[in-house]
């Protein structure tokens, strides 16, 4: 069974960085594909950044260049690194995991509980 935890969310301000953090288990074939959502209230689910298991990421345009995806596979943690957060920015950050590729979108099998980031002016 896959399990992900995630931590590392907070408020900061504007301009300010946070580096969320999501802790897996489960087999390792069905966390071959990875990724970081976030929800705002009101809004749909939106993909952040996703990386596969040999390491290559693709990021939405909002985030590029602020944010970098990355993990540690012999500590099965997934990791997402925040900087020049706007208020934008504010949102329940999750982290999914699949062993087939979905990309970007909300498809992936197996989803965390969520950190919060708030990001003030």
């Known amino acids: 069974q896959v399990q992900l935890v995630e931590s590392g969310g907070g408020s900061v301000q504007a301009g300010g960085s946070l580096r969320l953090s999501c802790a897996a288990s489960?087999?390792?074939?069905?966390?071959?594909?990875m990724a970081w959502f976030r929800q705002a209230p009101g809004k749909e689910r939106e993909g952040v950044a996703g990386?596969?298991?040999?390491?290559?990421?693709f990021y939405a345009t909002s985030v590029k260049g602020r944010f970098t995806i990355s993990q540690d596979n012999a500590k099965s943690t997934l990791y997402l690194q925040m900087n020049s957060l706007l208020p934008e920015d504010t949102a329940m950050y999750y982290c999914?995991?699949?062993?087939?590729?979905?990309?970007?979108?909300?498809?992936?099998?197996?989803w965390g509980q969520g950190t919060q980031v708030t990001v003030s002016s």
């Open positions: 999914a995991a699949d062993q087939w590729p979905v990309g970007l979108t909300p498809k992936y099998a197996y």
């Open positions: 489960g087999p390792t074939y069905t966390r071959r594909f």
């Open positions: 990386i596969n298991s040999v390491g290559s990421t």
